[in-house]
């Protein structure tokens, strides 16, 4: 499967059902071969990925991420064959461990061992009995992941990894310990805006999501080396010019062409906005299409 250099990973909640297949269909239309969709309190992401894949010819879809704490690995299994049965093999299923806010608080599971719930899980959706045709090719398979144990684990029993809120020296962190074959499939938030008070205010609209309220995100970021004053009243400029990536497209597509110089196989923009629209910027879209 070819994901391509560059791909689009973005929150469809806010818009409708046909709108969701006009975006792919646009992004299709400008030669990505990606689109990520995650999973957090909005649609079920594979009855919405099977539908953009069947208003689409070519586009592959991918799951940033399926939370394993949502569904049985023998549903899980299910699904991701289902889908890309259906989709002639256009399915990747990105999956990973969620935050404790969102499995403790919203689905009322315990979250304890987060590693150890993975490594169990990943066999028994492997070896899930499935009375179904089965997909030509094997459903590629990457986990959330950020930290040694969970990178390892990427490797040695998925195709690799879909790191989330980092900067490319993570990206090449994770290069450097998997190796040279495993897919790294890094996200990287954009904003096509050189006014830098808007461009600051609206990466920190995005980034107050993840920190400091879900603790892997900001002690992965201090495993890099930031500091907890980086993480205080919005964080610092310096982490969020790290993280969000704004400014003319020559600056943006240099901290692309970083994550993929650091090892990146796949980077997926998220090309957010600095007007407030919680619709994906098309500009952007189409600056980063492929060439």
């Known amino acids: 499967m070819d994901l391509g250099k560059v791909g689009i990973w973005f929150f469809l909640d806010a818009m409708t059902a046909p709108e969701t297949a006009k975006l ?30 069947a208003n689409t010819q070519h586009l592959n879809l991918a ?26 093999g256009r399915f990747v299923l990105g999956i990973g461990v969620s935050h404790k806010p969102l499995v403790t608080n919203l689905r009322g599971h315990t979250y304890s061992k987060p590693y150890s719930y993975m490594k169990e899980y990943l066999p028994k959706m492997k070896g899930a009995l499935y009375r179904a045709p089965e997909p030509k090719e094997p459903v590629p398979i ?13 490797a040695a029993e998925a195709n690799g990894t879909h790191t989330y809120f980092v900067p490319p020296e993570h990206t090449a962190k994770v290069r450097a310990q998997i190796g040279p074959k ?24 995005y980034m107050k999501t993840y920190v400091p309220r879900l603790p892997n995100y900001t002690n992965n970021l201090k ?6 004053a980086d993480f205080e009243n919005g964080c610092s400029d310096a982490l969020v010019d790290a993280i969000v990536a704004w400014g003319t497209e020559d600056k943006i597509r240099d901290r692309i062409d970083a994550h993929l110089k650091a090892g990146a196989t796949h980077v997926c923009i998220l090309p957010l906005r600095s007007d ?16």
């Open 24 to 53: 792919a269909q646009r992004i299709e239309g400008l030669g990505y071969r990606a689109l990520w969709i995650p999973e957090a309190v909005g649609r079920e992401p594979f009855p919405h990925a099977a539908y953009l894949l």
């Open 63 to 88: 799951t940033g991420i399926a939370n394993i704490w949502a569904r049985d690995a023998v549903t899980m299994a299910a699904a991701s064959k289902t889908v890309a049965e259906l989709s002639g």
């Open 142 to 154: 990457l986990l959330a992941a950020l930290h040694p144990k969970m990178l390892a684990l990427a």
């Open 182 to 205: 495993p897919w790294i499939c890094a996200a990287q938030a954009v904003i096509l805006e050189t006014d830098a008070s808007k461009a600051r205010a609206a990466a920190r609209e």
């Open 223 to 228: 495993n890099l080396g930031w500091k907890d």
């Open 276 to 291: 407030g629209s919680p619709y994906p910027d098309d500009r952007a879209i189409q600056a980063f299409a492929p060439k």
